[in-house]
């Protein structure tokens, strides 16, 4: 995906760090902000994966780190709940200011609570993620209970969350004293996404009942069934991406992908960060390839060689069945079963040259197995006919050919 890191200022004059990622080679159809969790960054890998699941179905996604944290200025001990909020709106005026206003506003945990207080108070915005938050900022508080006296008396404590080390002040106490989160839900008149964990630890799934109580429809809940609280499984957080991605195409001014004027019809990307994780925008239709993860990759998608075999297969399939209609044949499915591998020349006997001589009996080659199950009432002629044609699909013939591929550097 395209990605441009970048500052914005917030409220208290503090430059806050971004990425804005947008879909690979296409205008976005909507941008989204994304607030993370409580004392996590923008880096959060269950924020990138989510993430990533907007930006392939065509939304862009501005994901930041909260004042104090991360890469972005500012104090910790000096921030809040409130301070978070602002955060969220410097960044809906940010987008608005330099390229689109946002229509979509995702936040998780604290930052779930946040993005819902923000919402009313960002006029573009159509839709409100919350991912596991609470339904009131005080329940933070039970995180580090035992410094609570020491705050009020000293003005700041340094607590341990998460195995982390923060200066927590005595503005996040009164700031959290003073957001009424549920009566601003019951105010909002946005459509509302609520995703939570049924065994959430950290917020109760009994806070996505009393969000989901005091909103008003459009509103719908997400049961993010065994995750837990920061979505530590990768699958849980791809699910959310898929699930919000979804969800948020219903209320979106322009639901349909605006694909950029090129003369390549393919673009696929990937970014110094995400391992073999690559995007791929294929006319106007987005898919994802990867490696498996034995090989260091995060399997959230197809091989190359996958998706090569995958591309023979579904041209088979249409060919045959094609064929068949014109002919007014019985077939009524057709299923390809593939495989690619790389094979030994002499193990292959149709690699061969035309006078009958294996061109190098020690070098490995490409080979595609491929098996065609016919389904429908078919005679023995039919069937062997149909596989005469398999043979002469177009992406067959353009495997065997020899294909030129031109490359150059983009200008």
Known sequence: MKREKLQFINREGWALSAYLEFPPDQEPIAYAVFGHCFTCNKNFPAVKNIARGLTSRGIAVLRFDFSGLGDSEGEFVETS??????????????????????????????????????APQIESIKGV?????????????????????????????????????????????????????????????????????????????????????????????????????????????????EVIASWAARYLDKPERRVLDTELDVVASLPDDDEYTTLILAGRHHLTADEPESVGGNDFGPSPYHLLSAALGSCTAMTLQMYARRKKWDLQEVLVHLKHEKVYAEDCETCITAEGEVKDPKARIDQISRVVELIGDLDHTQKTRLLEIANRCPVHRTLESDMHIHSKLAE
């Not at 330099?98 to 979509?104: G, I, W």
């Not at 429809?217 to 609280?229: E, G, N, R, T, V």
């Open 129 to 241: 993620v919350s991912i596991a938050a609470p339904s009131d900022p005080k329940h933070v508080i039970h995180l580090f209970q035992h410094e609570v006296a020491e705050i009020k008396k000293d003005g700041k404590a340094t607590v341990q969350i998460a195995g982390r080390t923060f200066e927590i002040g005595e503005k996040f106490l009164k700031d959290a004293e003073v957001a009424d989160l549920l009566t601003t839900v019951s105010d909002l008149r946005k459509a509302l996404l609520i995703l939570h964990s049924p065994i959430d630890e950290v917020v109760d799934v009994s806070h996505a009942a009393k969000l989901y109580k005091a909103a008003y429809h459009p509103k719908s809940f997400i049961s993010l069934d065994q995750a837990d609280h920061i979505l530590s499984n990768k699958m849980d957080s791809i699910y959310a991406g």
């Open 81 to 118: 709940f409130l301070t978070n909020v602002t955060d969220l709106l410097a960044a809906a005026a940010y987008l608005e200011e330099n390229y689109e206003a946002p229509e979509l506003l995702i936040g998780h945990s604290l930052g779930g609570a946040a993005a819902l207080y923000a």
